[in-house]
């Protein structure tokens, strides 16, 4: 939720009692570079700090000194307070003249300093100009319900990242890795989703995309339609209760239907569980050690290769084990977060 500006950063015109002093721009640059540092800018703030540049050009100025202060406070292990960066700000914008002519220390500093603010300021023009992707993460066991600014929502599952990009007014999510469940609200410009170098265009749709090590890439549809976009073209497409692997080396793959048990347990994540259907009880173990620092060990090799179906709790290893312990005749032993399976004697 946007943070609520101060008066000196809104965009409205000035007042008729003349323009903003030097310290009024200091507060409000100050206020805008604590802001950054809170957390990224949505695209209502980005525009809000374009049109406060562009109210006045001493702002751009006190901008990129409040940037250079801040930097030079995180670069030093502190924290600056805001106060404190106002008034230092303030204070370099309104240095006595007698400092600023005549001290050659000072005209060589100024030079020094100059070619510094050249170059920040250039940074401060891309920073403004050039939108910097917003990332959402999650840790082992974590799972995250993300609201964009377009109405749709994501749910990330556990160890999980995206990064929302702003393309001239699309909306475009990069899932890098883990598991998402997309909830794409009706839009004149659909939102857009990558995965492995491959995007789709949603318009109303619910559907889940997976990007797992050493796996395809996956995207299951529960609601809706996807539009697959190559190079800027819609073509073919994946509808509801259906499921497509796309292949590493981009090789053209046709989606394949679901069942609805088969689609439950595709998203069975999303209540907190795992589904197996079939896979062996090493793989099972393995997907485990996503949700949990437990871990599952297999002692005897073949007792590794039995096949395992069933929902289970992803939070539970320990008992997901002892399940599959009374299923295939073994035991379990554990001990200092490590649980091993193995035949009985």
Do not use: C
């Amino acid at each position: 939720m946007p943070l609520p500006l101060p008066r000196n950063m809104r965009t409205r015109d000035r007042p008729m009692d003349g323009p903003e002093s030097s310290a009024e721009i200091a507060r409000a640059a100050a206020a805008w570079v604590a802001r950054m540092d809170r957390a990224p800018l949505d695209a209502a703030d980005q525009q809000r700090l374009r049109q406060w540049l562009a109210g006045d050009i001493r702002r751009r100025g006190a901008l990129v000194r409040a940037q250079a202060l801040w930097q030079q406070a995180h670069a030093a292990g502190n924290t600056l307070h805001r106060a404190h960066l106002q008034a230092a700000t303030s204070a370099t914008a309104t240095a006595p003249a007698r400092h600023r002519r005549g001290d050659g220390r000072y005209r060589a500093l100024v030079r020094w300093s100059g070619a510094v603010a050249a170059s920040l300021v250039l940074a401060a023009l891309l920073f403004v100009s050039v939108p910097v992707p917003t990332a959402y993460a999650t840790a082992k066991g974590e799972m995250r319900r993300v609201p964009l600014a377009d109405g749709s929502t994501l749910t990330l599952n556990t160890q999980s990242r995206v990064s929302i990009h702003d393309d001239d007014g699309r909306l475009r999510v990069e899932v890098e890795r883990g598991e998402v469940f997309f909830e794409a609200a009706a839009n004149a410009t659909p939102l857009r989703v990558e995965v492995d170098g491959r995007r789709f265009d949603a318009g109303t749709a619910a559907f889940a995309v997976r990007r797992l090590a050493g796996q395809p890439a996956q995207i299951v549809v529960q609601t809706g339609w996807l539009d697959a976009v190559d190079n800027g073209v819609a073509s073919a497409g994946i509808g509801a209760n259906m499921r497509l692997s796309l292949p590493a080396e981009r090789a053209a793959a046709a989606p394949t239907p679901l069942s609805a048990t088969d689609l439950q347990q595709e998203l069975a994540w999303r209540d907190g569980k795992i589904a197996f259907r079939g896979e062996s009880l090493a793989d099972a173990a393995h997907s485990f050690s996503r949700y949990s620092d437990v871990r599952i060990v297999i002692a005897d090799p073949d007792l590794a290769g039995e096949p395992i179906t069933g929902l289970f709790a992803a939070s539970n290893p320990v008992g997901f084990a002892r399940a599959a312990a009374a299923v295939f005749g073994a035991q379990a032993h554990q001990r200092d977060g490590v649980v091993v399976l193995s035949r009985r004697p």
